[in-house]
């Protein structure tokens, strides 16, 4: 089960202004390449995919691969129109949808 | 050239030695012939050109389990001048394949951070694809230490 993400979003950014948005999740990002201690492959569970929306547009997606590092992290740009919330989602194998938003203010 | 016995020496060797180092990678490592093959499925068999696109990782990698990278396409992000999306390889991983970035007019510019897993020494390819069809290519090489022996 993975933990709260955790994420930074400016709290406001003017008009126009390309921002920085960084977010972290803890998750172990198994493989599927390794084996347990009697040789038996250890099952692939990892988070697949990555979206950031904001106000339902498509801001940032991410598909992931067993070669992202455990606990993924991304930093990506935006640029927003007026202000809103920003939506995170992060899809693991298992079905589990761990989510995340934050608002911010367009002076 | 003709067949000494020394020439045929060495082609034994040479060739012996090739036979056991290829059984030994290809079931376990993706091939650089791999990676360019999913290169071609991505851009549906366009040639990707030099330039744009820029992709940024460390030199030398001591911890192969969390290696930086950076990858960032000149691009105004409007209209036609668009980055649609950009995909990661490294061709020496048990999968070529590491993620695939998409983008919007939301995004503002294209660039993506994200931290990767390397088996060992191996090339990093970043491959962007744009709204009007054209397909640009970046290439790195990670030195990955296995084992913390300093090499």
């Given at each position: ?29 198994e ?19 990555f979206?950031c ?7 940032f ?5 067993p ?37 911010i203010?367009?002076? | ?5 020394r020439?045929?020496l ?23 012939e ?72 939301l ?42 022996c300093?090499?």
């Amino acid at each position: 089960m993975a933990s709260k993400p955790r994420i930074k979003v400016p709290k406001s950014a003017s008009a126009g202004e390309v921002i920085t948005l960084k977010t972290l999740i803890s998750h172990e990002m198994e493989s599927g390449q390794r084996k347990d201690k009697d040789g038996n492959p250890i099952p692939r569970k990892i988070i697949n995919k990555f979206t950031c929306t904001f106000e339902g547009q498509m801001v940032f997606e991410c598909d992931l691969d067993p070669a992202i590092s455990a606990n993924p992290y991304f930093e990506f740009n935006a640029k927003v129109p007026s202000s809103g919330t920003f939506k995170f989602a992060w899809l693991d194998d298992d079905g589990s949808v761990y989510e995340a938003e934050a608002p911010i203010e367009v002076k | 050239m003709k067949l000494t016995r020394r020439n045929v020496l060495g082609l034994t060797a040479g060739a012996a030695a090739f036979a056991v180092a290829g059984a030994r990678i290809t079931p376990a490592f993706a091939s650089a012939e791999e990676t360019e093959k999913s290169i071609m499925d991505f851009t549906g068999g366009a040639a990707p050109a030099e330039g744009k696109i820029t992709l940024t990782a460390p030199e030398i990698a001591e911890n192969g389990n969390t290696v930086p990278v950076t990858v960032t396409v000149e691009s105004t992000m409007s209209g036609d001048d668009m980055v649609e999306s950009i995909i990661l390889f490294a061709d020496g991983n048990p999968n070529p394949a590491v993620a695939t970035f998409r983008f919007s007019e939301l995004s503002g510019a294209a660039l993506a951070t994200t931290r990767i897993r390397l088996a060992k020494t191996q090339n990093v390819v970043a491959v962007a694809k744009m709204k009007d069809g054209s397909v640009f290519m970046d290439k790195k090489q990670v030195k990955v230490t296995i084992g913390g022996c300093g090499g």
